[in-house]
C-alpha cells in the first residue's frame, strides 16, 4: 500500500495527529464505544469487533470502513475493562440501532438498557472523534486496527492487483460507490 501522507512519523506525540489527519478526508457516519458484559481477551475482543462488522456489512449489503482502537486503560493510567472506540462509514446509511443491535446479540446482551454497552451515534466531525480514538495508539497496550480505508479515502493508493477475486471485488464495489454518490 502507498499513500500521500506519512502515517507514523518518528515522533511518538505526533504520530496521533499525524494518522487522523491521514483518515479525517473520510466522510465518517458513526462514533461508537463498545464494550463487554464479561472480562474479555484480547483475542476474543478482536473477533467479536469483526462479527459486528461482518454482520453489519451483511444486514446492510455494502462493505463498511472502520477505524478502531482497544483500550484497558484510562488516560490517566488507571486500568479498566477492555472497550473499542471506533468510526465507521459506508457506501450507504449506517444505522446507530442497527449497529448497537448487532453489538448487543454478538455479545449475547440484546436486553442491554440506554447504550450500557455500545453507545452509537451520528459521528459530528467538530468533536475530534478520530483524535479520541487514537489518542492512545502509540502506548504499548493500545490496539488498534482499521478496515476499507483504501475505498473512502482519496489518500489510499493501493497497488492494482489483477487477480480473479481483486478484479470481481472492483466491479461489485463501482456500482455502490455510484449509487451512493447519486
Not at 62 to 67: A, P, S, W
Not at 91 to 111: C, M
Not at 134 to 143: R, S, Y
Not at 159 to 170: E, F, I, P, Q
Amino acid at each position: 500500500m502507498t499513500t500521500n501522507h506519512k502515517i507514523l512519523p518518528s515522533d511518538k506525540e505526533a504520530t496521533p495527529a499525524a494518522l487522523a489527519e491521514w483518515l479525517n478526508p473520510i466522510d465518517w457516519q458513526t462514533f461508537g464505544t463498545f464494550e463487554f458484559p464479561w472480562n474479555v481477551r484480547p483475542e476474543t475482543a478482536r473477533l467479536k469487533f469483526d462479527e459486528m462488522i461482518n454482520n453489519l456489512e451483511r444486514d446492510m449489503r455494502t462493505r463498511v470502513c472502520f477505524l478502531r482502537s482497544a483500550e484497558t486503560r484510562a488516560k490517566s493510567g488507571a486500568p479498566v475493562p477492555l472497550h473499542f472506540h471506533a468510526a465507521m462509514t459506508a457506501a450507504k446509511p449506517i444505522s446507530t440501532r442497527l449497529v448497537t443491535d448487532i453489538w448487543n446479540a454478538g455479545v449475547g446482551r440484546t436486553s442491554s438498557k440506554s447504550g450500557d454497552l455500545a453507545l452509537v451515534e451520528s459521528y459530528d466531525p467538530t468533536r475530534d472523534g478520530l483524535g479520541y480514538i487514537v489518542k492512545q495508539i502509540t502506548e504499548q497496550d493500545c490496539e488498534w486496527d482499521f478496515r476499507n480505508v483504501h475505498l473512502f479515502n482519496p489518500n489510499v493508493n493501493l497497488d492494482s492487483k489483477l487477480d480473479h477475486a481483486s478484479l470481481r471485488s472492483v466491479r461489485h464495489w463501482q456500482p455502490q460507490v455510484s449509487t451512493a454518490a447519486a
